[in-house]
Structures are given as structure tokens and as C-alpha cells.
């Protein structure tokens, strides 16, 4: 019964809905309808600021090392672990809290990393700020970001498992983008013939 209720804990602790709490205690708003719709610390920048986006993100962050650790304290393999972090990613990106529609858990990722491999994911994120501040290109600094931090993982020795988990970690995050881009799209013409008939 363990690994199923701490799986469990961790899909439900990635699902909080980080990014909708603050952005109505903040603006008043649901941060699922404007910006780009993602509900991540990326869109709160852009549409409410840098503050409450450093809240989303130190939270969502939080939710995934919580989860490794929550696994860790359990007693559990790294390959249970590594479930525990996937479960709570899966959670963010589609939380049942807030209707299946969450963010691309980039940051819930590195919290679940972090607890695993503290150095490389550290030394990633600096490697990711340096390279936005020199490009100011946030997709090219991630792709550099969390290319090192997975070269780095290698180059350490670090368990295959460990290395995998991470690739497909981080893959997930533009496959999640497409499917919030399709998915927008399916909307977007039903919301027009909605308005299309309001103005007849």
C-alpha cells in the first residue's frame, strides 16, 4: 500500500493549481485566460509580473522536490522515486483541482531534480539565467539550461535511470506545449461561432 498512497500524494501535491491561486489573489483573474493560457511561472510574468511569478515558481519548484522527498522518506527505490517525481509532474500538467488544464512543468521538473542531483541542477539553472541575460531568449536559454544540466549528469556518473528520467523530463515539456496549442485551437472556432451568432 505504501508505493500506491505516496504516488497518490505526490499526483494530488503536484496538481495545486499554483499559478490560478495567486493569479485571483493578485489580479482577480484565472491565469487560464490570458497570456498565452499557461498556467506556469512564464505566463505570470508576462501578464502579472516578476513578484507573484517568483511565487509560482519557488511553489511549483517546491511541489516536485516535495514529492522525491516525500518518496525518499518512505523508503523507496530511486526508481519509485523517479515515479513519484513523474506523478507529480503529471499532476501540474494536468491537475485535477483545476480541470485538467495545468502548465509544462519545467519548474515542478526541477524540483524533482534537485533533491536527486542538486549540483547539475543548480549549475543548469545558472547556465539557463546566463545565457537569458546574454540572449534574452528564454526557449534557447532552456535548451542550453537543461542540455548542461543533463551533460553534466553524464559526465558525474549518475545513474542511467537518473539520466533518462530527466531526457524525458524535460522532453515532455514542448510535447505539453503542442497539446496546449491544439487544444486552444479546438476552442478557438466554437468561441468564434459563439460570438458570430451573439452579434446576429
Do not use: C
Request: no cysteine.
Amino acid at each position: 500500500m505504501k508505493i500506491p498512497l505516496v504516488l497518490v500524494a505526490a499526483y494530488l501535491l503536484g496538481a495545486l493549481p499554483s499559478a490560478l491561486v495567486v493569479s485571483r489573489r493578485v489580479a482577480g483573474v484565472d491565469i487560464r485566460t490570458v497570456g498565452d493560457g499557461n498556467m506556469g511561472a512564464r505566463n505570470v510574468a508576462r501578464t502579472l509580473g516578476w513578484r507573484p511569478a517568483a511565487a509560482v515558481g519557488a511553489a511549483d519548484f517546491g511541489k516536485g522536490a516535495l514529492a522525491i522527498a516525500i518518496a525518499q522518506a518512505a523508503g523507496l527505490s530511486l526508481g519509485w522515486q523517479l515515479a513519484a517525481g513523474a506523478a507529480a509532474v503529471l499532476g501540474h500538467d494536468f491537475p485535477v483541482f483545476a480541470q485538467f488544464r495545468g502548465g509544462q512543468g519545467m519548474a515542478t521538473i526541477l524540483g524533482t531534480l534537485a533533491v536527486l542531483m542538486p549540483v547539475e541542477t543548480f549549475l543548469g539553472l545558472a547556465i539557463f539565467a546566463g545565457g537569458y541575460l546574454l540572449l534574452r531568449h528564454f526557449d534557447a536559454s532552456a535548451t542550453l539550461g537543461l542540455g548542461s544540466l543533463v551533460l553534466l549528469a553524464w559526465l558525474r556518473h549518475r545513474p542511467g535511470l537518473l539520466i533518462g528520467y530527466a531526457v524525458l523530463a524535460f522532453l515532455s515539456i514542448p510535447a505539453k506545449k503542442a497539446w496546449d496549442l491544439r487544444r486552444r485551437r479546438l476552442r478557438e472556432p466554437s468561441q468564434v461561432s459563439v460570438r458570430g451568432r451573439d452579434k446576429r
